[in-house]
């Protein structure tokens, strides 16, 4: 691989397929757009432009020209930092959700409820499907899985999630919108 340099204007290859690598601030809205998803970035910046306000630990940025071997090293750390930080929440045995180093507590009907729209996660989920996986004996309904998803959108919320109601469909979970 070569060395980046601003002039010539050459990105290392990709190292890690997890890690985006980016020029800042160039591709600044990029950057923001793979924030918001929760995807690992490198910024590059040339000798000329400020260092990037980077407050997530999934997100770094080192100065051209740089070697291979201080790329790799910040890419391979970015790498280990999205495994620690998992791009979907998960729920464990006990039911408890957890997204991003945040945990909540689930009652059983909200476990179910939330097992179907992590599994979906960022998708749309029709209140039907839901419904048919809370409530298996049939007894269900759209009322019963409205007040549920109430209690469940209160209780994501601390965790930076957000469950939006759909009208006429169902519901979607989310990454909760961040205010710049």
């Known amino acids: 691989m070569a060395i980046v340099n601003a002039s010539n204007g050459l990105l290392w290859s990709t190292l890690a397929a997890d890690v985006a690598i980016l020029r800042w601030p160039d591709q600044a809205e990029e950057a923001r757009r793979l ?3 929760g995807r690992p970035r490198l910024l590059i910046v040339s000798a000329d432009d400020p260092p990037p306000p980077t407050e997530s630990c999934l997100e770094d940025w080192v100065r051209v020209p740089a070697t291979d071997e201080d790329v790799a090293a910040r890419v391979a ?5 999205a495994d620690r930080h998992p791009t979907l929440p998960t729920i464990d045995s006990w039911g408890q959700l957890e997204w991003q180093g945040a945990t909540v507590l689930l009652s059983p009907r909200e476990l179910v409820i939330a097992e179907m729209l992590v599994e979906k996660f960022e998708q749309a989920v ?3 499907e839901l419904i048919e996986r809370a409530w298996p004996a049939g007894d269900g309904s759209p009322t019963a899985l409205r007040v549920h998803a109430h ?3 209160k209780r994501v919320a601390p965790v930076g999630l957000s469950l939006t ?4 469909y169902g ?3 989310r990454r ?3 205010t710049s």
């Open 35 to 37: 924030d918001q998803l």
């Open 77 to 81: 750390a970015r790498s280990r930092h």
């Open 126 to 128: 029709r209140d039907n």
């Open 151 to 153: 209690r469940l959108r």
């Open 165 to 168: 109601s759909i009208r006429g």
């Open 171 to 173: 519901y979607l979970l």
């Open 176 to 178: 909760a919108a961040t």
